[in-house]
């Protein structure tokens, strides 16, 4: 069983543009929701996170917008850079597990020059 | 400030093997927690480690192992090993244990393949 499905699969951007990638749950008893990126050879790394009390945070270029009652939430990277190229995980805590984190499939995001 | 460091980095098993992992957490964490990133997915829970003791477990079958040490670091044994086993291993440290999720640090990870 799928928790967390994230989309699209890949996303091809030019410089400048806005990435948006989305996450839907099924769990309501999740309660954080973080996105990770994870360049290659690397681990993922926490990017910005966000509790469902909140509908929109913003961090530099980074936003993530929660909408609880869709139990969906999406991560948009504004004036996206090619250093900005790498997977992005969409993930979720709690759900009766406080201590483990369930992660979407990735997103494989291509800022082109 | 140490980041998660793993080894090793890249391994060759055959099936049936049993294979261990080990993991330094970051200086300051004392739980430590262990995910599989098959190829294009993204990671799933196998299980953590607070106070020597596991304390949570993902759906993974028992060759799924582990141990903490008392200076918090980790290790993952997985014996009779299977082909779908071949994936990037990670560990990752908080910490506390409960909230601690909120603010993982991965490692690198361990890339097995298993042939």
């Known amino acids: 069983q799928q928790q967390v499905k994230q989309s699209p699969q890949s996303l091809i951007v030019q410089k400048g543009g806005i990435s948006i990638i989305n996450c839907a749950y099924e769990?309501?008893?999740?309660?954080?929701f973080p996105w990770y990126q994870q360049f290659p050879g690397k681990g993922p790394a926490l990017l910005i996170a966000?509790?469902?009390?909140?509908s929109e945070k913003k961090e530099g270029r980074f936003t993530i917008s929660f909408n609880k009652s869709a139990k969906q939430f999406s991560l948009h990277i504004m004036d996206s850079q090619p250093g900005d190229s790498a997977t992005y995980f969409c993930?979720?805590?709690?759900?009766?597990?406080?201590?483990?984190?369930?992660f979407g499939k990735g997103t494989l995001l291509t800022v082109n020059p | 400030e140490t980041g998660v460091t793993q080894s090793p980095t890249h391994l060759i098993k055959t099936r049936g093997q049993q294979v261990t992992l080990r993991c330094s957490s970051q200086?300051?964490?004392?739980?430590v927690s262990w995910y599989q990133q098959a190829l294009g997915q993204g990671p799933q829970f196998i299980f953590q480690?607070?106070?020597?003791?596991?304390?949570g477990r993902g759906n993974f079958p028992p060759r799924f192992s582990g141990l903490q040490f008392p200076n918090y670091s980790s290790e993952l044994n997985v014996n009779a090993l299977e082909l779908d086993d071949s994936a990037l291993y990670l560990c990752?440290?908080?910490?506390?244990?409960?909230?601690?999720?909120?603010?993982?640090?991965f490692g690198a990870g361990s890339r097995l393949t298993v042939l």
């Open positions: 480690y607070y106070r020597e003791e596991e304390n």
């Open positions: 769990n309501t008893a999740f309660d954080y």
């Open positions: 966000i509790r469902p009390d909140v």
């Open positions: 993930a979720a805590r709690g759900g009766g597990s406080n201590y483990k984190l369930t």
């Open positions: 200086s300051g964490h004392n739980t």
């Open positions: 990752a440290s908080s910490p506390t244990g409960a909230s601690g999720a909120n603010v993982l640090t």
